[in-house]
C-alpha cells in the first residue's frame, strides 16, 4: 500500500523523491523479511518436538512387550509436549505483547511485591540448580504497570540467571531508586555472554549455543519478552557481560511518581 501510494507521488513530485521512495521501499523490503524469518523460524522450532512426537509414536507399538521402554518413551513424549506448549505459549505472549492495547490494565504496583512473586515463581529450579537467589535494595518503590506482565519480565531474567548460573553461586535482585527510575537488577555469576553476542540476545528465537538452551528446554524467546514487556511500559532493559564471570540484566522503570501516568491510563 505504502509504495503504491510513494509511486504516485513521486509522479507529482518529481526526482526529488525518489531517495524518499527507495528508503520506504527498503524498509518494507526489511519488515517483510523480519516476518519471513519470523515464520520460517516457528515452522523450525515446532517442527522439532512435533518430529519427536511422531517418532517416539511410532517406536511405542514394537515396544509393547517392554513396559520399561514404554514408560521411557512416554516420558519423553510428555517433555516434548511440555516443549510444544512452552513455545506455542511464549508465541502467543509476543503476538499480544506487540499489539497496542497490552497496558489497558496497568495499576499502582509496588515494586518489592512484584520482585517477591518473581522469586518465589523460581524456587522449583533453584534445587536442581544449586543456586541462592539474595535480593534487597530500595523498599517501597512504585511503579505503574500490568503485574502479570512484569512479574513474568523478572521471572525470565532470575529463570536464565538461574539456568545459566554456576552451582553453588548466588542470583542477586536488586532494587535502585535512581533520578525518578526504578532500576532492577538481576545478577548471576555464570557462563556470561560472548560480547558478539550481546546485542543479539533480545531477538526472537536467538541462543548464544542452540544446543544447551534447547537441552534446557529454553525457546530463545524468554529475552524477547521481557525487553517486549518493559518497553511497553516506557522503560528499557540493559545487559552487561563478561564470559566466565557472569550477567547483569537491568530492567529500568520510570517511578510512579514520576511515571507519564496519564499515558498509561491511571491517573497521577
Ligand atoms: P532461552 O529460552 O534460550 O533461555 P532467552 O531469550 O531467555 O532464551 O535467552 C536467549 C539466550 O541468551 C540464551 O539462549 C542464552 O544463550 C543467553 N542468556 C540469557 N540469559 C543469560 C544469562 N543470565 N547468562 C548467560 N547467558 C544468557
Known amino acids: 500500500d505504502a509504495t503504491i501510494h510513494l509511486f504516485v507521488r513521486v509522479a507529482r513530485l518529481g526526482s526529488r523523491y525518489l531517495l524518499l521512495l527507495a528508503d520506504d521501499r527498503t524498509e518494507a523490503h526489511r519488515l517483510e523479511e523480519v516476518r519471513r524469518d519470523f515464520i520460517a523460524n516457528i515452522s523450525h522450532e515446532l517442527k522439532t518436538p512435533i518430529g519427536a512426537i511422531s517418532l517416539l509414536a511410532e517406536a511405542?507399538?514394537?515396544a509393547a512387550d517392554d513396559p520399561a521402554q514404554v514408560r521411557r518413551f512416554a516420558k519423553r513424549m510428555e517433555t516434548e509436549a511440555q516443549r510444544l506448549g512452552r513455545i506455542t505459549r511464549e508465541i502467543i505472549e509476543l503476538s499480544r505483547l506487540q499489539a497496542a492495547d497490552v497496558l489497558t490494565d496497568a495499576t499502582l504496583l509496588d515494586v518489592d511485591t512484584i520482585v517477591a512473586s518473581a522469586v518465589d515463581q523460581n524456587h522449583v529450579q533453584l534445587?536442581?540448580?544449586n543456586v541462592t537467589i539474595v535480593s534487597g535494595g530500595e523498599r517501597g518503590t512504585e511503579v505503574y504497570g500490568d503485574e502479570g506482565l512484569l512479574v513474568l519480565a523478572l521471572h525470565n531474567l532470575i529463570a536464565n540467571a538461574v539456568q545459566y548460573?554456576?552451582?553453588g553461586t548466588r542470583v542477586g535482585v536488586g532494587v535502585r531508586l535512581n533520578d525518578g527510575v526504578v532500576?532492577?537488577?538481576v545478577t548471576?555469576?555464570?557462563i556470561g555472554i560472548p560480547e558478539e553476542d550481546l546485542g543479539r540476545v533480545f531477538e526472537r528465537f536467538f541462543r548464544v549455543d542452540q544446543a544447551r538452551s534447547r537441552n534446557t528446554g529454553g525457546t530463545g524467546l524468554?529475552?524477547?519478552i521481557v525487553k517486549h514487556v518493559i518497553e511497553n511500559h516506557g522503560g528499557d532493559i540493559r545487559v552487561w557481560s563478561q564470559p566466565g564471570l557472569?550477567?547483569?540484566f537491568t530492567i529500568r522503570l520510570p517511578?510512579?511518581?514520576h511515571a507519564a501516568a496519564a499515558s498509561l491510563g491511571e491517573p497521577q
Open 246 to 248: 557472569g550477567s547483569t
Open 60 to 62: 511405542l507399538e514394537p
Open 183 to 185: 532500576e532492577i537488577a
Open 127 to 129: 534445587d536442581t540448580h
Open 222 to 224: 524468554g529475552l524477547s
Open 255 to 257: 517511578a510512579a511518581s
Open 165 to 167: 548460573s554456576q552451582p
Open 188 to 190: 548471576d555469576q555464570g
